[in-house]
């Protein structure tokens, strides 16, 4: 496996590539973590220990999935860790006492400030390099943890100032994405003393029902619940709210551990380019294993050669300047689609999709089977080249709406 040096700096602690377990059912244990540790992961965040045991439901899993791909998304009905907490912090210090050159992240949760305070006493002794404050949980039975209080800034200060009041650790505040706007709590997370921010966890969601129980997936006995959806298909909220903290001048310059829908080595490196610093894993291991990691380093590591980058921290936050507010795009051009005839396997599934939603801007030969585009009718929004089966819609020729000759190679597509 070729492999570039992928080590970071992040919150004063020395990671050896950037790719974690996150908090969830993948580092569970001290076995767990252990096997992803002798694989290559850089570090784990361990499964979110608090004073709480809880009692899981089964089964807690379900996914969604389209047509005959493998699932995108994935609905998780878990809570905190299950073991006892001293089992738990046993975990924690053998860990760290047998790979001591791996970072081991402790994520808390208590239900009022003198268990976050607490809590923050007792990982700290236990031997980790750093705590991360579980504010995000969607699927808590108790509404004094989780999500709730994620969305609550004045109390995510209060358990901030708690935990740093309880350890001279480096702090990162785990975020929910079940809010407006991330930067509010984010915000009172760094005034209570977070030294970074983790994002995002799981999405609220219920994910399918049965046609013919009429219950929500996955069944509890007849029941089921809103709960958290993570996987590929929310990638695209984790990276909008990676940008929306990366962007509000009060938050910029948190450093940010990114997490949501991470499977390839291309995710991992979208999330960097987006701000973050380092990466935490939970449903690319679940498909794949944790050997996963083996792809994720070889990937980001040939990238980087490619492209002649030393240093992985040149790549942090490179294409945040390139997402501009809606009104600040450059409107002034249509860019026509071009069509590959030679590979066009006449299907008609771009003619159907303009027609029913789009601009009726295809022209369709019933009897040879053929497009032609109606430019006087085209838009340049390119639902045909979305839909089509075989990719042969391109990008074509570019026009300018004034209608005067432009240098359309100033453009870039």
């Not at 570090?43 to 009692?55: C, L, N, R």
């Not at 909008?240 to 001048?249: A, D, P, V, W, Y």
Request: charged fraction near 25%; aromatic fraction near 8%.
């Amino acid at each position: 496996m070729f492999k570039k040096d992928l080590s970071i700096n992040f919150l004063g602690v020395h990671f050896e590539n950037p790719f974690l377990l996150s908090s969830s059912p993948v580092g569970n244990c001290y076995e767990m973590c252990a096997k992803s540790l002798d694989v290559g992961w850089g570090g784990v965040v361990f499964k979110t220990i608090g004073f709480f045991q809880p009692s899981e439901v089964s089964p807690r899993f379900t996914e969604l999935r389209k047509e005959n791909t493998p699932f995108i998304g994935f609905k998780n009905m878990e809570q905190i860790a299950e073991h006892p907490l001293e089992e738990n912090l046993k975990a924690l210090r053998d860990l760290k006492n047998n790979y001591p050159n791996k970072v081991i992240i402790a994520s808390i949760m208590g239900a009022n400030e003198k268990e976050w305070e607490d809590l923050a006493k007792l990982v700290t002794e236990a031997g980790a390099d750093m705590i991360e404050c579980n504010f995000s949980c969607p699927q808590m039975t108790s509404h004094e943890m989780g999500s709730d209080v994620g969305q609550n800034p004045a109390l995510v200060k209060k358990y901030c100032q708690a935990v740093k009041r309880g350890s001279s650790l480096p702090v990162l505040a785990k975020m929910t994405p079940n809010i407006g706007h991330m930067t509010e709590p984010a915000l009172a997370a760094l005034e209570g003393g977070a030294d970074g921010i983790a994002a995002i966890n799981t999405v609220k969601s219920i994910t399918d029902i049965d046609l013919d129980k009429l219950i929500g997936l996955p069944i509890v006995n007849g029941k089921s619940s809103v709960s958290g959806y993570s996987g590929k298909a929310v990638k695209p909220i984790a990276l909008r709210f990676l940008h929306e903290l990366k962007t509000n001048s009060k938050t910029k310059n948190a450093p940010i551990s990114g997490m949501g829908g991470i499977e390839t080595w291309e995710d991992a490196l979208e999330f960097i380019l987006m701000g973050a610093s380092t990466l935490q894993v939970t449903t690319a291991i679940m498909q794949y294993g944790y050997r996963i990691v083996e792809d994720l380093i070889s990937g980001l590591s040939y990238y980087m050669e490619e492209k002649n980058i030393d240093k992985l921290e040149d790549l942090v936050g490179k294409a945040i300047d390139n997402i501009i507010p809606a009104e600040d795009l450059d409107r002034s051009y249509i860019v026509y689609p071009k069509f590959d005839s030679d590979h066009c396997v006449h299907c008609g599934r771009c003619y159907i999709s303009c027609y029913d939603g789009g601009h009726q801007a295809l022209l369709w030969d019933q009897e040879n089977r053929k497009i032609s585009l109606d430019k006087e009718r085209c838009v340049g929004c390119h639902l045909c080249a979305t839909v089509c089966p075989t990719q042969c819609i391109s990008k074509g020729e570019i026009v300018f709406k004034d209608g005067k000759n432009h240098d359309s190679n100033k453009i870039i597509l």
